[in-house]
């Protein structure tokens, strides 16, 4: 399983990711952990990364180019004989369970997780990746990136060899 985690802050999920169990599956190659950082992707000046919506409304959202490019980026890593699940993590999502993470472990092989930040990403990104909406709980946090190591987390531990008996 390889995870693929679209964030502006790859900073805040590596301490998580390099411990516990998800730290021995990763290092036991049970698992796979790849981070992309949108700045990496923008052609703006200061690598900015957020406009304002085009529909209006307060608050910023992050531009469709970067995050685009970023998943273009983590597409060439992916198993090609199986297309990767994409999933944009929002508060109103397809709420994410135990059951959900048990059909992704047999499903596929690649997971490209987008985290939002700021009031949202540009639609055209769920739109041009058919990415699903998907939400940990109906509240609001500040970003997807404790959504997604929760992914990571309960996906993780049903894959075969991650836990022991």
């Known amino acids: 399983m390889h995870f693929h985690i679209i964030t502006l802050f790859p900073e805040s999920l590596t301490s998580y990711l390099d411990a516990s169990i998800v730290g021995r599956a990763r290092d036991a190659k049970k ?13 703006e000046k200061g ?3 957020d406009k304002r919506p085009y529909s209006g409304g307060p608050g910023m959202v992050l531009q469709a180019e970067p995050i685009l490019r970023a998943v273009k980026k983590a597409r060439t890593k992916c198993n090609k004989k199986v297309n990767p699940a994409i999933f944009f993590l929002e508060t109103d999502g397809v709420h994410f369970t135990n059951e959900l993470a048990q059909k992704l472990t047999k499903k596929v092989k690649d997971i490209i997780i987008i985290c939002g930040h700021y009031e949202g990403i540009d639609a055209r990104v769920v739109k041009i990746l058919k990415a699903k909406p998907l939400s940990i709980g109906p509240y609001i946090l500040t970003g997807g990136e404790l959504p997604a190591l929760i992914m990571v987390d309960a996906i993780a531990r049903q894959v075969e060899g991650v836990l022991g008996n």
């Open 47 to 49: 690598a900015r990364v």
């Open 31 to 43: 698992i796979k952990v790849s981070l992309y950082n949108p700045r990496d992707f923008t052609k």
